[in-house]
């Protein structure tokens, strides 16, 4: 619209608007303003000539607001300087209550409330918002009917088309309509919007319109309601949905055949499902018969002697039938199975399988389930999933329907399922339960029974159930199964399946029979179980399995010796159906029996005559040998097994063989001390002194003196005490041929062996002579930490040792401890002073002076504090001093005075007197002689 506006005053404006028609021209402005404001137009029009022709150009032309804006640019005044009136194009929407639609009552252009909305849709329209226009013209026709029915007319064709069409969507009772009627604030009901396109002419509305349908069906036009949306179905619109069901609806009203009504409906699915649902919901009174119309088709039969094709055309249209209903009733569950049935013939096996879905879900639904009908809709479904190639989905439903009824099931499954089918799946049954299985022999390796697991060889289980079901006398599968109960500890399941197994086959089945009573050992029936293996024995003495199963009965009664008897004979029979067997024993209690068999193997090659029953040394090294080979089978994974196996072939005299096998476990683990010590017992045994000590030496270096120590506690004493004599040896031939340092530490290393063969869990049996030796070559080295700590040990085996108690005292005087040297002298000197002045007078000169002076200090100062307390019992100390020190050099005047001072002291005055005329011989001017005699 265009306003034309001009001032009053500075508080009064007035204005007029002009709706833009084809008939508006620059001169109806003109005419209309010169009207309305005739008091203050006194200008001549003339100089708008030009401007008005721009206009009237625009105004009659499809175009935009912006070139009406331009255009009026040149037409905004009149009047000179002083404009009279202004023009401009308004184009913000603007509420009906803010548009001044009224003028003064004197001077201004009334406009009716109709009018106003009419030209607000108007502007609305041409601004492209449709749907706020039609909100404005249906506004209006509350106002007044037959004004907006005659404004329409003005309106264009193609916009007049959409017009009709909106308002005939809004008439309808759908969800979407009434949203849509919510959101743009539609009063009027869906009967009035009906009469809204009743009102107007035919020619404004087109013959689709649904008000127009609403009224036949009113008056019961149900022929003419069929021929009209035939017509118009000639050539279809986008969305014919509701032409269908108003032509399905009119045949049914018409009493037409169930045919015709289903055709279209089934037309009206195939659009639009949604929308057919709406549809009959706002037809609920016309549903019930709806619905049994479909229903009357969807249990027609199929027609007799008639092509493929039309079979084919026959089933589709049963199952678009069955949808419709399924539809509006999603619980009937006849129609549901029998279309499904009929999918599966149309090849639609996806979709049967959907339908068959939802009829399991209303199945369980239901309380209780019928059994019957769940079982044959779970075989149905698992040929379903057979023909798309889902093998998995269609054992797992058959496994559902086993469970409900085996006998029942195995009947429906044969009836349906071809022999090649039910071949095909028992194949791949088989094969994923083995998969599944194979989980459980890690799990029985590892010794981790994880959940994960126990829930794979469930489901195994419920395989190997269902190919028993469907090939009740496949033997294979019999084991298998029996297998996954027992490793879900479920023995007394695994009895039962092979009770039926021998009660199913009459030959002589010792295997089946033994795995019987292993499982009954299993469940705590040892009786029973052992009824079975004593027939088992009868049947076959050697049976391997019944030996097996008669050694865990002994592993259970804790007759050790017993079960060493069996698993020696099975050995010796075949050492790898043993190791199978024996696999077959619970995983918690193989570490125990693989303990049992290794401690039997220690004893057979320490030469005890109770095991096994075997007396002879090479029979008995050959058993260690199956025995190990069992272990290695067994996975014990321990260094005792190869270590057994190299002591047997060292008993058979086979020691390359030996020598080899502990260079694989050298070689395997470089750090582990086991291996390395007994490699080296090999050596001395083969002569190799050096390379013997070496190895010992390396292991020690490696692993430290406390570990190399426990690995000999298992070595024999024999063999420990040629160790040590080979030790001894090699580290005196090394102090031989060199006092070179590093020839000296190898020594030192030579006598750690030495030291440590033994063993050191008692003092007893340390090895003092290879300590006296190693304290030595650290004195030598300057270690005298070290050595004074060899002496010490070597003290607390032999405490009356001189020449360590002497070293220990010479340690002490090169580290420069005063009162600890003289301690370990006056203690040897007290045990043994002629042993001591010995081991003193061979010490180095500068050692043995240092020693005399410290030790004289001492006895002076015993002497000097005579008669204190606690000086008494040193007087010993004092007297065994002096004797030493004129023992090594008797021409000191001042080691004879001490002497004689000490001999006074005791009382001996005799002794005193002659100690006394020898410091006058040897210092005749010494004054203090004279004052002590």
Same mark, same amino acid.
């Given at each position: 619209?265009?306003?034309?506006?001009?001032?009053?005053?500075?508080?009064?404006?007035?204005?007029?608007?002009?709706?833009?028609?084809?008939?508006?021209?620059?001169?109806?402005?003109?005419?209309?303003?010169?009207?309305?404001?005739?008091?203050?137009?006194?200008?001549?029009?003339?100089?708008?000539?030009?401007?008005?022709?721009?206009?009237?150009?625009?105004?009659?032309?499809?175009?935009?607001?912006?070139?009406?804006?331009?255009?009026?640019?040149?037409?905004?005044?009149?009047?000179?300087?002083?404009?009279?009136?202004?023009?401009?194009?308004?184009?913000?929407?603007?509420?009906?209550?803010?548009?001044?639609?009224?003028?003064?009552?004197?001077?201004?252009?009334?406009?009716?409330?109709?009018?106003?909305?009419?030209?607000?849709?108007?502007?609305?329209?041409?601004?492209?918002?449709?749907?706020?226009?039609?909100?404005?013209?249906?506004?209006?026709?509350?106002?007044?009917?037959?004004?907006?029915?005659?404004?329409?007319?003005?309106?264009?064709?193609?916009?007049?088309?959409?017009?009709?069409?909106?308002?005939?969507?809004?008439?309808?009772?759908?969800?979407?309509?009434?949203?849509?009627?919510?959101?743009?604030?539609?009063?009027?009901?869906?009967?009035?919007?009906?009469?809204?396109?009743?009102?107007?002419?035919?020619?404004?509305?087109?013959?689709?319109?649904?008000?127009?349908?609403?009224?036949?069906?009113?008056?019961?036009?149900?022929?003419?309601?069929?021929?009209?949306?035939?017509?118009?179905?000639?050539?279809?619109?986008?969305?014919?949905?509701?032409?269908?069901?108003?032509?399905?609806?009119?045949?049914?009203?018409?009493?037409?055949?169930?045919?015709?009504?289903?055709?279209?409906?089934?037309?009206?699915?195939?659009?639009?499902?949604?929308?057919?649902?709406?549809?009959?919901?706002?037809?609920?009174?016309?549903?019930?018969?709806?619905?049994?119309?479909?229903?009357?088709?969807?249990?027609?039969?199929?027609?007799?002697?008639?092509?493929?094709?039309?079979?084919?055309?026959?089933?589709?249209?049963?199952?678009?039938?069955?949808?419709?209903?399924?539809?509006?009733?999603?619980?009937?569950?006849?129609?549901?199975?029998?279309?499904?049935?009929?999918?599966?013939?149309?090849?639609?096996?996806?979709?049967?399988?959907?339908?068959?879905?939802?009829?399991?879900?209303?199945?369980?639904?239901?309380?209780?389930?019928?059994?019957?009908?769940?079982?044959?809709?779970?075989?149905?479904?698992?040929?379903?999933?057979?023909?798309?190639?889902?093998?998995?989905?269609?054992?797992?439903?058959?496994?559902?329907?086993?469970?409900?009824?085996?006998?029942?099931?195995?009947?429906?499954?044969?009836?349906?399922?071809?022999?090649?089918?039910?071949?095909?799946?028992?194949?791949?049954?088989?094969?994923?339960?083995?998969?599944?299985?194979?989980?459980?022999?890690?799990?029985?390796?590892?010794?981790?029974?994880?959940?994960?697991?126990?829930?794979?060889?469930?489901?195994?289980?419920?395989?190997?159930?269902?190919?028993?079901?469907?090939?009740?006398?496949?033997?294979?599968?019999?084991?298998?199964?029996?297998?996954?109960?027992?490793?879900?500890?479920?023995?007394?399941?695994?009895?039962?399946?092979?009770?039926?197994?021998?009660?199913?086959?009459?030959?002589?089945?010792?295997?089946? #029979? /033994?795995? *019987? %009573?292993?499982?009954?050992?299993?469940? =705590?029936?040892? @009786?029973?179980? !052992?009824? &079975?293996?004593?027939? +088992?024995?009868?049947?076959?003495?050697?049976?391997?399995?019944? #030996? /097996?199963? *008669? %050694?865990?009965?002994?592993?259970?009664? =804790?007759?050790? @010796?017993?079960? !060493?008897? &069996?698993?020696?004979? +099975?050995?010796?029979?075949?050492?790898?159906?043993?190791?199978?067997?024996?696999? *077959?024993?619970?995983?918690?209690?193989?570490?125990?029996?693989? @303990?049992?068999? !290794?401690?039997?193997?220690?004893?057979?090659?320490?030469?005890?005559?109770?095991?096994?029953?075997?007396?002879?040394? *090479?029979?008995?090294?050959?058993?260690?040998?199956?025995?190990? @080979?069992?272990?290695?089978?067994?996975?014990?994974?321990?260094?005792?097994?190869?270590?057994?196996?190299?002591?047997?072939?060292?008993?058979?005299?086979?020691?390359?063989?030996?020598?080899?096998?502990?260079?694989?476990?050298?070689?395997?683990?470089?750090?582990?001390?086991?291996?390395?010590?007994?490699?080296?017992?090999?050596?001395?045994?083969?002569?190799?002194?050096?390379?013997?000590?070496?190895?010992?030496?390396?292991?020690?270096?490696?692993?430290?003196?406390?570990?190399?120590?426990?690995?000999?506690?298992?070595?024999?004493?024999?063999?420990?005490?040629?160790?040590?004599?080979?030790?001894?040896?090699?580290?005196?031939?090394?102090?031989?041929?060199?006092?070179?340092?590093?020839?000296?530490?190898?020594?030192?290393?030579?006598?750690?062996?030495?030291?440590?063969?033994?063993?050191?869990?008692?003092?007893?049996?340390?090895?003092?002579?290879?300590?006296?030796?190693?304290?030595?070559?650290?004195?030598?080295?300057?270690?005298?930490?070290?050595?004074?700590?060899?002496?010490?040990?070597?003290?607390?085996?032999?405490?009356?040792?001189?020449?360590?108690?002497?070293?220990?005292?010479?340690?002490?005087?090169?580290?420069?401890?005063?009162?600890?040297?003289?301690?370990?002298?006056?203690?040897?000197?007290?045990?043994?002073?002629?042993?001591?002045?010995?081991?003193?007078?061979?010490?180095?000169?500068?050692?043995?002076?240092?020693?005399?002076?410290?030790?004289?200090?001492?006895?002076?100062?015993?002497?000097?504090?005579?008669?204190?307390?606690?000086?008494?019992?040193?007087?010993?100390?004092?007297?065994?001093?002096?004797?030493?020190?004129?023992?090594?050099?008797?021409?000191?005047?001042?080691?004879?005075?001490?002497?004689?001072?000490?001999?006074?002291?005791?009382?001996?005055?005799?002794?005193?007197?002659?100690?006394?005329?020898?410091?006058?011989?040897?210092?005749?001017?010494?004054?203090?002689?004279?004052?002590?005699?």
């Amino acid at each position: 619209f265009i306003e034309v506006w001009q001032h009053i005053s500075s508080a009064v404006s007035q204005t007029v608007r002009f709706r833009i028609t084809r008939e508006l021209r620059v001169a109806n402005l003109l005419d209309l303003a010169q009207n309305v404001f005739s008091s203050h137009l006194t200008c001549d029009l003339a100089p708008v000539s030009l401007s008005s022709r721009k206009l009237n150009k625009v105004l009659n032309t499809k175009t935009k607001h912006v070139l009406m804006g331009e255009a009026l640019k040149d037409f905004s005044s009149i009047g000179g300087q002083q404009p009279v009136f202004h023009m401009q194009v308004d184009r913000k929407e603007k509420p009906p209550q803010q548009t001044p639609l009224v003028l003064s009552k004197a001077h201004c252009l009334k406009m009716a409330q109709k009018e106003a909305l009419c030209v607000e849709g108007d502007i609305q329209r041409i601004n492209g918002n449709l749907p706020q226009a039609v909100s404005c013209y249906c506004s209006a026709y509350e106002e007044d009917p037959l004004y907006v029915v005659d404004h329409l007319k003005s309106l264009p064709q193609e916009s007049l088309e959409k017009v009709v069409e909106l308002v005939d969507f809004w008439g309808r009772s759908s969800t979407e309509a009434a949203q849509q009627r919510e959101e743009y604030g539609i009063s009027l009901t869906t009967e009035q919007l009906t009469s809204f396109i009743l009102a107007c002419p035919a020619s404004l509305i087109g013959s689709s319109s649904c008000a127009r349908i609403s009224q036949l069906f009113k008056e019961k036009k149900y022929q003419e309601v069929i021929e009209k949306c035939s017509a118009i179905l000639e050539h279809p619109p986008s969305k014919p949905v509701h032409l269908y069901l108003d032509r399905g609806l009119a045949a049914l009203l018409a009493r037409k055949r169930d045919r015709f009504v289903a055709a279209d409906f089934i037309k009206a699915l195939q659009e639009d499902e949604h929308e057919l649902k709406e549809y009959m919901l706002d037809q609920k009174q016309h549903l019930p018969r709806v619905l049994k119309a479909l229903r009357r088709c969807a249990s027609l039969e199929q027609p007799k002697r008639v092509s493929a094709e039309d079979t084919h055309r026959w089933q589709s249209f049963i199952v678009d039938c069955g949808r419709c209903v399924l539809l509006f009733d999603p619980l009937d569950s006849k129609t549901m199975a029998r279309c499904a049935t009929l999918l599966a013939d149309l090849g639609d096996f996806r979709g049967a399988t959907e339908m068959w879905t939802s009829m399991l879900k209303l199945l369980r639904a239901m309380e209780p389930p019928p059994k019957g009908v769940m079982m044959d809709t779970f075989v149905a479904r698992a040929l379903c999933h057979f023909y798309l190639g889902k093998l998995d989905y269609a054992a797992t439903d058959l496994i559902a329907a086993v469970n409900i009824d085996t006998e029942a099931a195995k009947a429906a499954i044969e009836k349906i399922f071809a022999k090649e089918q039910l071949k095909e799946i028992i194949n791949h049954v088989v094969d994923l339960a083995r998969k599944m299985s194979s989980a459980m022999r890690r799990e029985r390796q590892s010794d981790d029974s994880a959940d994960r697991t126990k829930d794979q060889v469930r489901a195994a289980i419920q395989l190997y159930e269902l190919a028993l079901a469907l090939q009740p006398n496949n033997r294979k599968v019999f084991h298998k199964c029996a297998e996954c109960h027992t490793f879900l500890g479920q023995h007394q399941e695994a009895a039962d399946i092979y009770a039926t197994m021998l009660q199913n086959d009459t030959r002589t089945d010792t295997s089946t #029979l /033994c795995s *019987r %009573a292993l499982s009954n050992l299993k469940a =705590g029936h040892l @009786d029973i179980a !052992m009824s &079975d293996l004593n027939i +088992a024995f009868d049947r076959n003495p050697s049976c391997i399995d019944a #030996l /097996c199963a *008669r %050694a865990y009965f002994f592993k259970l009664k =804790g007759q050790e @010796d017993e079960l !060493m008897k &069996d698993v020696l004979k +099975a050995t010796l029979v075949s050492v790898k159906d043993t190791a199978v067997s024996l696999r *077959r024993i619970p995983v918690v209690e193989q570490a125990d029996l693989n @303990d049992v068999i !290794m401690k039997g193997c220690q004893q057979l090659l320490q030469g005890d005559n109770d095991v096994g029953g075997l007396s002879a040394k *090479r029979d008995q090294a050959e058993a260690v040998l199956q025995l190990t @080979d069992l272990l290695q089978l067994l996975g014990a994974g321990t260094e005792e097994v190869p270590l057994l196996r190299a002591h047997a072939h060292m008993r058979l005299g086979h020691e390359q063989e030996s020598q080899r096998i502990l260079l694989d476990m050298v070689r395997s683990a470089p750090h582990s001390p086991v291996a390395g010590v007994h490699l080296a017992l090999l050596r001395l045994r083969m002569g190799k002194l050096e390379d013997a000590v070496q190895g010992c030496i390396g292991v020690v270096e490696t692993c430290g003196e406390a570990t190399f120590s426990e690995t000999l506690g298992d070595v024999p004493r024999e063999d420990r005490l040629v160790l040590l004599e080979s030790a001894q040896q090699y580290g005196f031939h090394l102090l031989q041929q060199s006092h070179d340092p590093s020839v000296i530490n190898t020594a030192i290393s030579a006598f750690t062996v030495a030291t440590l063969a033994l063993g050191t869990s008692s003092p007893e049996m340390l090895n003092v002579r290879a300590l006296m030796a190693r304290a030595e070559c650290h004195a030598h080295l300057g270690s005298y930490q070290s050595a004074a700590q060899d002496y010490s040990r070597v003290l607390t085996v032999q405490t009356d040792c001189i020449p360590a108690l002497c070293g220990r005292g010479c340690m002490h005087i090169a580290m420069n401890k005063q009162q600890e040297a003289i301690e370990d002298f006056l203690s040897a000197l007290h045990k043994d002073s002629a042993a001591a002045r010995t081991q003193i007078l061979l010490l180095q000169q500068k050692l043995r002076l240092v020693l005399l002076y410290w030790l004289q200090l001492y006895a002076v100062d015993v002497l000097s504090g005579w008669g204190a307390q606690g000086q008494h019992g040193r007087l010993e100390d004092a007297l065994l001093i002096g004797q030493l020190l004129i023992s090594v050099d008797a021409d000191v005047a001042a080691w004879q005075l001490l002497y004689a001072d000490a001999l006074i002291i005791q009382g001996d005055f005799d002794q005193a007197f002659l100690h006394l005329n020898r410091v006058l011989q040897l210092t005749p001017s010494d004054r203090s002689v004279l004052a002590r005699g």
